[in-house]
């Protein structure tokens, strides 16, 4: 008899198929006469009811399911009175693969706290929350290659180790094989990299955008999807020190094809989600309003689902820096000196509690920020007739801030080797990266996702370790 999984037989499943399935006990509830097993093997939010007879079942092997246990049965499915789901298994034999001693197994079929999960990371994905967002999580990454595929996009893989410190992001992992006890120096008593393993100081890297913009020079439209890594001590809900980045870059594209396609890519990716997760999105929305109910009724978010449709169904606000800038000082909260940061005209550079109130409170809508002052900005981006703003362009999301970093790239070699002498960053060092305004220049954008601040949005988890399987944060590195 061959393996079915929980999710075929719950949506397909007859009575009278014979069918033998392998998952985890969540729960064991009954009597001496019959006992009700529900069985999860990672495919569904739902279990399979397994009903077992006690009087023909093995007393000594049922002692041994219990919560956590690995187990396999065999029997027929039968149509269910009142499991919740259509069908439910006739247990006519079971296998104890792997038992879970109930005094130490650390999950038992109760809340647990989001905190005590984290500690137990390894264990974590076999509660339903956890077991929901590893699915999502799954179908988002599917999504995201799809649209690309679907739109003719090549996917690239830029290096994860590199020698770049280009974005100027500053705040990165050194990749090294020297003795930290004992490492070589040069004569002016530097360490001397060049005895390092790549003969130069190495990095791991904080964005594929650099080498992105290379591969778009070539094959007009592509994108990365990878982990970046970032040595920032910010311990927010929002940051990650290894995170994963989609980041496309195409030739040929303005800023407004730019923002365009980042509407449309995130539009698709929520669509998506709705489309196929529906079972997963249910859970985690009564899990949302279980956890916001003692929230005074303003502080509550909008239902999962219901704000899911709502961002499909209506279209980003466009705005620029300065009108931003604007509606933020002669807000309510800048005037009432609400804000932790005071927002003081041209040049402030936007917190999260900005982003938010603009988000949230003014539009109550998705936002695209664009022409920001070029002081705020990298390098690379593309400068405005003005002299003083760049083509940037950030979109704001609700409960999140800043999900999408992107702009339009300079294209003029001298206009960008001007930049880059202005900003101390080193031309010599990037001559590769030089080469694409050298030969055969064009206008270009791209733009970086935050994956797990999708994630966030979309599963409507409020902290950002929660929704990758093993975070990695300051002074956390387990398993
Ligand atoms: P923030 O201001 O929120 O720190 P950033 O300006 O540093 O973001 P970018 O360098 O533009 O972000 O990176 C592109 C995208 O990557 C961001 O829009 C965000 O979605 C995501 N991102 C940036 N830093 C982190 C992090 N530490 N953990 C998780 N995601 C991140
Ligand atoms: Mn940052």
Known sequence: MTRSKVVELLNNGNAGDSVTVYGWVRTKRGNKQINFVALNDGSTINNLQVVVDMEKADEAVMKKVTTGAAVAVSGTLTESQGSGQNIELNGESIEVLGEANPEKYPLQPKRHSLEFLREIAHLRMRTNLFGSISRLRHAMIFAVHEFFNSKGFINVHTPIITASDAEGAGEMF???????????????????????????????????????????????????????????????????????????????????????????????????????????????????????????????SMELIEKLEFVLANDFVRLTYTEAINILENSKPNKKKKFQYPVEGFGTDLQSEHERYLVEKHFKKPVILTDYPASIKAFYMKENEDGKTVRAMDILFPGIGEIVGGSQREENLDVLEAKMDKMGVPKEEMSWYLDTRRFGSAVHSGFGLGFERLMLFVSGMTNIRDVIPFPRAPKQAEF
């Open 174 to 300: 050194r990749v090294t094989t020297l003795d930290a006890k004992n490492p070589p120096l040069t004569e002016e008593g530097e360490i001397d990299w060049k005895q390092d393993f790549f003969g130069k100081a190495t990095n791991l890297t904080v964005s594929g955008q650099l080498e992105g913009e290379l591969a778009a020079m070539a094959m007009g439209e592509i994108y990365t999807f990878g982990p970046t890594f970032r040595a920032e001590n910010s311990n927010t809900t929002r940051h990650l020190s290894e995170f994963w980045m989609i980041e496309p870059e195409m030739a040929f594209y303005d800023i407004v094809d730019n923002m365009d396609l980042a509407e449309e890519f995130l539009k698709y990716l929520i669509k998506y989600a709705l489309d196929n997760c529906m079972d997963d999105l249910k859970f985690l929305s009564q899990r949302l309003q279980q956890e916001e109910k003692n929230k005074p009724q303003a502080e509550r």
